[in-house]
């Protein structure tokens, strides 16, 4: 059955897994598991361990597959967004003022056997929080929706032509909205 399973298209095995066909879910996440790994390697998230990225990437592979209907562009690619994004979304949940108390937490077994002080003081983190949403506001504000987009899926790791596709532009296009991004940003 693995066998057959490995033979067959990721399509088929979004209908199948749709169906309710576990061993076709379980053939998805082991072809894309490589890559929802590479992704996680990118993002180091006080708080949040590597496995936990992962385990969002996984959370955005089952995303794909519930949502994918084959107009958008090939799977892997919205397979990979959708993994960019949850993890996206992961790791600005992390870094929320929200979450400060959660990031900084440390176990009495982790501070018993610690030797190791704090790089950043509490009153520095919350500072270079600050800053960042004042940066991030400045960026949104420069930014055209276009740019934003494009700078997304770059910053994600998606190629040029990946973006353009993604985007529904020409790969010129996109080159010229990162041209204006890279621009727009050395005057901030």
Request: aromatic fraction near 6%; charged fraction near 25%.
């Amino acid at each position: 059955m693995t066998r057959a399973l490995q033979n067959l298209t990721d399509e088929a095995l979004i209908l199948s897994a749709r169906s309710g066909d576990d061993p076709a879910v379980t053939e998805l996440v082991t072809r894309y598991l490589p890559m929802i790994r590479r992704r996680a390697s990118r993002y180091y998230l006080p708080g949040m361990d590597a496995e936990d990225v992962v385990q969002e990437g996984l959370i955005g592979l089952l995303k794909a597959i519930r949502l994918y209907d084959g107009r958008q562009s090939a799977f892997p690619v919205f397979a990979s967004v959708c993994v960019g994004s949850t993890m996206a979304t992961a790791a600005k949940a992390a870094l929320s003022q929200k979450s400060l108390p959660l990031r900084d937490y440390s176990s009495l077994d982790e501070l018993a056997g610690s030797s190791t002080e704090r790089l950043v003081s509490p009153e520095d983190e919350i500072i270079i929080a600050e800053q960042m949403e004042e940066l991030y506001g400045k960026i949104h504000a420069l930014l055209s929706s276009f740019e934003q987009q494009a700078l997304t899926l770059y910053l994600s790791g998606h190629s040029y032509s990946e973006i353009s596709q993604l985007l529904r532009t020409s790969p010129k296009a996109v080159d010229n909205a990162l041209q204006r991004v890279r621009r727009k940003l050395r005057s901030v």
